[in-house]
């Protein structure tokens, strides 16, 4: 099956700085990575996600980069603010049964 | 619509007690899914409904039990729980199972077992 590490678990940043966090996956056939948001008490929100056949995505401040060779991919925020903070999940997934294969989850705090 | 609903939002229930979760989507999506969240952990897969049918059951114990009604339902019955199956429990609901696709999260039940 498909392991999904991620790091660091916890993150904190000051207001305006850029946030890195980056993930791992072993399954080569994986070809699907969403990053999702959740907020204390809230639901998970998918904030960017992108398909094996792009190397970058960007949206306003979040980006996502994806290395298939080193199976890798990262989430960056720029411009940070107290809104970003939450707790930050990626995931992997596969082109049939869309199982998702969730990372640890990353705590972002965003210092004002 | 573009929002998965559950219902109750929070559930207090006793290790004898039958209750059940309730989950709707009308996104029109035919793949519909049951996860379980701990405190400060990822959310856990339990059941996949793809097109009505049961495609994928996590090992979960028989204490849950999944029903897909119709396309846009998905209930999960609970009876004889045990305490540490306090925890979130998450809907999602996507387009289907069978590729990639976008998961969209509803905001859960939060069910505590004493």
């Known amino acids: 099956g498909e392991n999904v590490e991620q790091h660091p678990s916890t993150l904190s940043v000051q207001e305006g700085d850029s946030a890195v966090i980056k993930c791992t996956y072993s399954?080569?056939?994986?070809?699907?990575f969403p990053w999702y948001k959740q907020e204390l008490g809230k639901r998970p929100q998918l904030i960017i996600d992108?398909?094996?056949?792009?190397g970058e995505k960007k949206d306003q401040r979040i980006a996502v980069t994806l290395n298939k060779t080193a199976k890798h991919f990262s989430l960056h925020i720029t411009e940070t603010q107290p809104e970003d903070s939450a707790v930050y999940f990626c995931?992997?997934?596969?082109?049939?049964?869309?199982?998702?294969?969730f990372g640890t989850g990353t705590s972002l705090t965003v210092i004002p | 619509d573009t929002e998965v609903t559950q219902t109750p939002k929070h559930l207090v229930m006793g290790m004898t007690n039958k209750k059940s979760l309730k989950c709707e989507q009308h996104?029109?999506?035919?793949?519909m899914y049951w996860y379980k969240q701990k405190a400060k952990k990822p959310p856990e897969l339990m059941f996949v409904?793809?097109?009505?049918?049961?495609?994928i059951n996590e090992s979960v114990p028989s204490r849950f039990s999944p029903e897909c009604p119709n396309s846009s339902l998905l209930n999960l019955h609970l009876h004889a729980l045990q305490p540490e199956d306090s925890a979130l429990y998450l809907c999602?609901?996507?387009?289907?199972?069978?590729?990639?696709?976008?998961?969209?999260f509803g905001p859960g039940t939060r069910l505590l077992v004493l």
């Open positions: 996104m029109g999506h035919r793949a």
């Open positions: 399954d080569s056939a994986s070809n699907y």
């Open positions: 409904y793809s097109y009505e049918k049961l495609s």
């Open positions: 995931a992997a997934s596969k082109n049939t049964g869309n199982q998702f294969y």
């Open positions: 999602a609901s996507s387009q289907d199972s069978l590729r990639w696709e976008t998961q969209y």
């Open positions: 992108i398909r094996s056949n792009v």
